[in-house]
């Protein structure tokens, strides 16, 4: 089982939070890395069962490379049927990360309810709550890889 998490942030703040989600899934033993949306290999996202996608909001959307990344890349490798997740860091009205998902539900994929947005640089207890996120994801991955396996697997 593998997970990624793919982010944009212009200053580091969504940066911040995609790196605690990746540990707080790795803290549940689950293979997991974060990733600039910029050194992003097609073969990752093909590889992983769960998602997470970030991005700051910026004019009440998302970064427009992320846009193109969610409509181009993640559209091309069919994640119909995986996990995903989104969250970003936002100033005041916080409109990315609620697109993100909408788009992940438009591709089929089932996603994490409620998004994580974060305003500003995240504190340590933003901090800690990105992490809650990531054992969240590992554990939603465990459940789901359990009830895939056909009945008289030994797990
Ligand atoms: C030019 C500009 C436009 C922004 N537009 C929005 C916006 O529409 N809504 C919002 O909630 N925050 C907005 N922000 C605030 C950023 O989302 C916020 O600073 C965030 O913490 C940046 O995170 P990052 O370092 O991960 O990119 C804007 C910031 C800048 C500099």
């Given at each position: 089982?593998?997970a ?9 703040n969504t940066k ?7 540990s ?21 996202l ?13 004019y ?10 969610m409509d181009?890349?993640?559209a091309?490798?069919?994640?119909k ?6 969250f ?6 916080g ?17 994490i ?14 901090v ?17 890889s ?8 030994p797990?």
């Amino acid at each position: 089982m593998k997970a990624i998490v793919v982010y944009l942030s212009t200053s580091g703040n969504t940066k911040i939070m995609a790196e605690a989600i990746a540990s707080g899934i790795e803290s549940k033993h689950v293979d997991a890395k974060a990733v600039s949306f910029y050194d992003v290999k097609t073969e990752d996202l093909n590889e992983a069962d769960a998602i997470a996608v970030g991005s700051s909001t910026f004019y009440y959307r998302m970064l427009q490379p992320m846009e193109k990344f969610m409509d181009e890349t993640l559209a091309s490798t069919n994640p119909k049927g995986k996990l995903g997740a989104a969250f970003g860091s936002y100033g005041w009205s916080g409109e990315a990360p609620i697109l993100i998902a909408e788009k992940m539900r438009e591709m089929g994929m089932t996603v994490i309810d409620p998004v994580l947005r974060i305003l500003h640089k995240p504190t340590d207890k933003d901090v800690q709550e990105c992490k809650r996120l990531g054992v969240d994801i590992a554990e939603k991955m465990k459940q789901r890889s359990k009830a895939s396996q056909p009945q008289g697997t030994p797990s």
